[in-house]
């Protein structure tokens, strides 16, 4: 009960009418029933008239400081007068009436509810209750019910539930009276346990007398009941009683009444509101069933595309597309099995694990779907209190999370895993440290340029390829001049174009049926070749009736020949193929077929190559080293062994990728692009007979014959790094594509990497992947996939440039199996959308994620840096860290800067250099750190001054790519071993996961000498955020961030970890420093980061994250990433490290002080920590309009429907709707 209380309104002026009026009141209160009602009625009739016309007085009345709704409130308690009892609710609805809800929420604040929820009760019991008194009752608890976030339970504990129900059965003619009604049970309905209570009695089917077909009275009311309605369909039970009564397809007959008759769209929000009536009810699978048997997926299509011409009627489209999507039957992804189509038998099985889970899943287990759709009505409504309950579970992911709780978990802890005397097999490893230099011959003063190598043009010794070649073909090897970033030398790419068939070891296979097709594929290259000398312009790869009966003859499908088409073009007589082909891939360890690979006719030859050396004297770009090389490339590929035994050698690597020399800006996104591919998608349920379903492609079935028809696009993907599993026609130039899955797994899809031929120029192509895992993605965020067209290639432009429109990234109606989806039933795939025109006719383009990066590229890159520095001044080495499990080397590679001299100061200055140790590549699908890594290498190999300082100032050593395996076989997260290679780093298995083993004991060897590096870093990409950034480690930051105060004050903490990343900041276009995070979250306590940091003891231990997507602040602001700002940071790195040097104090690491120049500048000066870093989320993009829609999901309500919101004329009841016990559960950003 209000307490009365003395006036004192300081802020009001005292001349003020309303407070003379208010005072008066107050002590008519004081004196209670004493007074005669007529004095009561007189100044409360007074206080109304004020209030009804001046805005002046509603405002004081509810100023801060006020007590005027006190003294209201306490009279409304007081009065038994009927007048003075209207009076008030008049003024109160007068004061909530305007001020956008806040004078709601005040009257909220001062117990409002629960006087007019009692007055509710007292007025009920008059029989029959006073219609005016029940009619402003409801109406100001319609107004301050969304206000008050118990009101729903205060209501049902006051026993208003059914005093207003009762008012809407006994009045249902009487509509000023159950307006207001209908109004409050609205807002009752949002309560679930409410909603169940009125469910029980009746209250569904009292709606259902209430709304009805198309009339232009009583909109009002149709409205209100209808999201009464939608509230209480929510609840299941309510539902489930819809769907018995029949009430789905009465529902659909109103809406299409509406639809036909509203032609001028004037009752939108009816329409609307039995969308939503329809959207709740088929939240249970019985409304889905119920939804589809009345027809609803084509009256909904249907009445959806009538509304797409008018923008106002968005929200009825939004509406119908959930809805029909909810509704769409799950299908199954047209596999066999979930898990890779390659199987590698692994050396050991782990015993738990996501992999053992594999193993031990019986063969005849269909892992394809399960159940998974079918258990979300067996769960009983739970009809007790949940409001509220759940609010502090908010952080429920950190329960149990002690690394970030504990403080002596969290901290470092230096240990040996392993025994000294095992490590000291890694001091092999660590030459550098022993070398005397004594027969070395350091005297000459005047090393050759570095750059002199590129001017040579002349072969290239390389000293593990294919020993023996013919001096013609290593004259042909020339690194790729480039003028600068922006032109091609394209004599050097028109020269090389090349067929590379390397034929399977296939057993199978009839040798005869090889030469005969070899000899198709022979002929068809020389008529290739005379079409393509005569002009680069003019390169057409299919014009012949020959060459179609070489694509079609070619198909390794139809005939079951392993001969696929790789090539457009093959441009040389036959002698010169045979001469090259055996040249080049004869060697005499590796088995592989003929080759016809070469470049233009021999006058075409000297031409280009006098016209191109003379070029390349003059395009000499500092640091920018020709490492690609494509002979190389193919002596490489000769050597890396896949699961698949790929045989051949997709055109973008062998052509090698120079970025584009135009920007390319992050896409715009169209509207409604989202909604219109889903609709496409519906229509192939609606329009069954226009579907093709013709599988093109699969991995699955080796005898899929793919018709020759002249207009299907040819696929494959069977080169390294490639991973398409399955294609399938939908519509004419639309298709389906299926990726596999990482070898020993079940899921993991994100990376891809295929080929396309046999297109038409002039048709947009549309490309479906479907069985994405990631519930988003860049792709709705201006990302756009990457191409690259062989054509442009041979026309000087071999470049991966960013293509595709309607690029779109959604939740798919392929149910995924709870067996890969961690055990969670009723989930989806998603399906990234793009479409395509193709800018020539028969091309052969490539499709990828990112831009490629093979093991095989990595390899070719690490030798021609090897093969092209100074050995008296660049200290370089390569050693094989291990064989990964497939049997491929993982190379470690060393560099420094060669001592001056051997003299015994020189030498030793050499061996004392701290360490910086950098890896990369861990996970597969991160192309991106690849391409960091790249420049990384090449500033550290490159002959500038401060490159040169750089080296004199560490010894660096790199594992480049930590996962050759995963990254050959196109994974996309794991090894072979079916596991993420990086949280295997607390404990990683010699036979499991060798590289990660052999990398962390190269570590702790280090740790054992005494060299802990100064430095460790692990390059990675980040699919869904912008610019790079890095996660460090600090426990004040994880403690800050888990507020765990009391225990981080006395945590002393150097700061150091926060330098290197603002220096990069500072230094590096990319890099953005408010990205960062320094928590150390429990899900990344197996990461190398982490491990680096609190096993081994190295203080600055980073993963570095890079984009694939764009920046969205500094100098590339708007742009997509491509290789050149990649590399860039790559060598923005080491300039970090070399300012990190000069902040570094030497005592810290124990070195003498003189060899290292300090300045004055501090660490603690330059990087002040100002605030803690937040939690490392995965997302930080800000929502679409068009958001992802996540309702798909049965037994996922969590929608917050911002489209629907977008178009609605009462945006703030909707919102009100939710604070009661949608409250906890929606939260808007
Ligand atoms: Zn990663």
Redesign the pocket.
């Known amino acids: 009960m209000n307490k009365v209380k003395t006036t004192s309104e300081k802020s009001l002026p005292n001349n003020s009418r309303i407070v003379a009026l208010l005072t008066q009141l107050e002590k008519i209160n004081s004196e209670s029933l004493l007074v005669e009602a007529d004095t009561a009625r007189y100044v409360t009739s007074k206080i109304l008239h004020l209030a009804q016309s001046q805005e002046k007085t509603r405002k004081e009345m509810t100023a801060k400081g006020s007590t005027g709704v006190e003294v209201i409130l306490s009279t409304l308690e007081n009065t038994r007068d009927l007048q003075t009892t209207l009076n008030i609710l008049s003024i109160l609805i007068e004061l909530v009436s305007v001020g956008g809800g806040r004078r709601a929420c005040i009257l909220v604040s001062k117990g409002g509810t629960q006087t007019l929820l009692q007055l509710l009760l007292g007025a009920s019991k008059d029989s029959p209750p006073n219609e005016e008194l029940m009619v402003q009752l409801h109406s100001l608890l319609a107004k301050i019910g969304p206000k008050d976030k118990k009101f729903g339970v205060k209501a049902r504990i006051n026993g208003a539930l059914n005093i207003s129900l009762n008012l809407v059965k006994q009045n249902l003619q009487n509509h000023r009276l159950i307006l207001p009604c209908l109004q409050v049970l609205r807002v009752y309905s949002t309560n679930s346990v409410n909603a169940v209570s009125l469910g029980k009695n009746g209250v569904v089917e009292l709606m259902f007398k209430i709304i009805g077909p198309f009339s232009k009275k009583n909109t009002g009311l149709m409205k209100v009941a209808l999201d009464t309605l939608a509230a209480l369909l929510k609840s299941k039970t309510n539902a489930r009683r819809a769907v018995d009564r029949g009430y789905v397809q009465v529902l659909l007959t109103i809406y299409v009444d509406w639809h036909r008759h509203d032609s001028r769209h004037r009752h939108m929000l009816i329409r609307k509101g039995i969308l939503q009536c329809i959207k709740s009810v088929t939240n249970i699978k019985l409304g889905r069933k119920a939804f589809i048997d009345a027809n609803g997926m084509k009256i909904l299509y249907n009445t959806s595309q009538d509304c797409l011409a008018v923008r106002t009627l968005d929200p009825l489209v939004n509406t119908s597309s959930l809805i029909m999507r909810k509704c769409f039957p799950k299908n199954r992804l047209p596999l066999p099995t979930i898990k890779s189509a390659f199987h590698f038998q692994l050396p050991v099985i782990p015993t738990s694990g996501p992999v053992a889970q594999l193993y031990s899943l019986p063969p005849e287990v269909d892992d394809v779907v399960d159940e998974s759709d079918d258990n979300d009505d067996i769960e009983t409504e739970t009809e007790t209190e949940t409001e509220n309950e759940n609010e502090d579970d908010k952080d429920q992911h950190f329960k149990n999370d002690d690394i970030e709780t504990d403080i002596d978990k969290l901290k470092p802890k230096q240990e040996l895993g392993r025994p000294i005397e095992e490590l000291k097999i890694y001091e092999q490893f660590f030459p550098e440290l022993a070398e005397n230099f004594q027969e070395y011959d350091l005297v000459s003063k005047e090393p050759k340029p570095f750059a002199s190598a590129t001017n040579l043009g002349g072969p290239i010794v390389v000293p593990t390829a294919g020993d023996e070649h013919p001096a013609e073909a290593n004259q042909s090897v020339k690194g790729i001049a480039v003028k600068d970033r922006s032109s091609l030398q394209m004599e050097e790419y028109n020269k090389r174009p090349c067929l590379l068939d390397l034929p399977k070891k296939d057993h199978n296979k009839d040798s005869l049926q090889l030469q005969n097709d070899q000899k198709k594929l022979l002929s068809s290259c020389q008529c290739l070749s005379q079409e393509i000398v005569k002009g680069l312009d003019r390169i057409t790869l299919q014009n012949t009736s020959k060459n179609e009966q070489y694509y079609s003859t070619g198909c390794l499908i139809k005939k079951e020949s392993k001969t696929s088409l790789t090539t457009p073009t093959c441009n040389k007589p036959c002698q010169h193929v045979s001469s090259c082909g055996s040249g080049l891939f004869e060697g005499p360890s590796v088995q592989l077929g003929k080759l016809c690979c070469t470049g233009v006719d021999p006058e075409e030859e000297e031409d280009s190559s006098s016209h191109s050396s003379g070029e390349q004297v003059l395009l000499e770009v500092p640091d920018m080293l020709p490492l690609h090389d494509p002979d190389l490339y193919i002596e490489i590929v000769k050597n890396t062994k896949s699961v698949p035994e790929y045989s051949e050698v997709a055109y973008p690597d062998y052509f090698g990728h120079i970025p584009p020399p135009f920007k390319e800006p992050i896409l715009e996104r169209p509207y409604g692009v989202q909604r219109t591919k889903i609709a496409q998608d519906i229509e192939r349920l609606i329009h069954q007979n226009d579907i093709i379903d013709r599988v093109v492609y699969d991995l699955d079935n080796s005898s899929c014959s793919v018709p020759e028809e002249g207009d299907i696009l040819k696929f494959n993907s069977k080169f390294e790094s490639g991973n398409l599993r399955k294609v399938i026609q939908i519509r004419k130039n639309e298709y389906d594509l299926i990726l596999n899955s990482d070898i020993n797994s079940n899921h993991y899809h994100q990376w891809f990497y295929f080929e396309v031929s046999g297109m038409k120029t002039g048709i947009g192509y549309r490309f479906n992947i479907i069985n994405c895992e990631k519930s988003n993605s860049q792709f709705n965020y201006g990302m756009q996939p990457l191409m690259y067209s062989v054509q442009e290639a041979l026309n000087a432009r071999p470049w991966w440039s960013r293509v595709g429109t309607d690029i779109c990234y959604y939740k798919n109606h392929f149910s995924r199996s709870s067996i890969a989806a961690g055990g969670q039933k009723g989930k989806s795939y998603y399906t990234i959308t793009f479409t395509v025109s193709f800018p020539h006719k028969d091309d052969v383009c490539y499709f990828a994620y990112h831009y490629p990066y093979t093991y095989s590229t990595l390899k070719m890159h690490l030798q021609k840096l090897e093969s092209m520095h100074n050995p008296q001044q660049i200290y370089f080495r390569e050693d094989v860290l291990c064989e990964t499990l497939a049997g491929n080397s993982c190379p470690l590679v060393t560099i420094t800067a060669t001592p001056e001299s051997n003299y015994y100061e020189h030498v030793c200055q050499f061996r004392n250099r701290p360490y910086v140790f950098l890896s990369a590549r861990?996970?597969p699908g991160?192309t991106n750190a690849s391409w960091v890594m790249k420049g990384t290498l090449e500033y550290l190999m490159s002959s500038s001054p401060a490159a040169q300082s750089l080296r004199e100032s560490y010894i660096f050593k790199i594992v480049p790519m930590l996962n050759p395996d995963g990254v050959i076989n196109g994974n996309h997260r794991c090894s072979l071993s079916g596991e993420d290679l990086?949280r295997q780093w607390q404990n990683p298995n010699p036979d499991l996961h060798p590289t990660i083993y052999h990398a962390k004991g190269l570590l702790q060897y280090m740790a054992t000498i005494k060299r802990l590096p100064l430095v460790y870093c692990d390059y990675?990409?980040h699919s869904r955020k912008k610019n790079v950034f890095m996660y460090g480690c600090s426990i004040k930051e994880t403690m800050w961030h888990t507020n765990v105060s009391a225990a981080s004050c006395d945590v002393i903490e150097d700061l150091g970890y926060r330098a290197l990343p603002k220096i990069l900041s500072q230094t590096a276009p990319a890099f953005c420093m408010s990205s960062c995070s320094f928590v150390v979250e429990k899900s990344k306590e197996s990461t190398a980061r982490v491990v680096v940091w609190r096993e081994i003891g190295v203080q600055r231990s980073y993963t570095m994250e890079s984009t694939l997507c764009g920046c969205d602040q500094g100098k590339y602001k708007g742009l997509q990433i491509g290789t050149r700002e990649l590399e860039e940071m790559g060598a923005k790195f080491c300039v970090g490290l070399l300012r990190l040097k000069r902040l570094t104090s030497p005592l810290e690491h124990n070195l003498p002080s003189s060899l290292l120049d300090i300045e004055n500048e501090l660490i603690e000066s330059s990087c002040k920590v100002t605030s803690p870093t937040t939690y490392v989320l995965d997302e930080d993009e800000p929502r679409f309009l068009e958001e992802v829609d996540y309702s798909a999901e049965s037994n996922d309500e969590q929608d917050v429907e911002l489209v629907d919101n977008a178009g609605d004329y009462e945006p703030s009841i909707q919102e009100d709707a939710l604070s009661d016990s949608e409250a906890t559960r929606i939260q808007l950003p």
Do not use: A, D, M, Q
């Open positions: 861990v996970h991160e990086n990675h990409g």
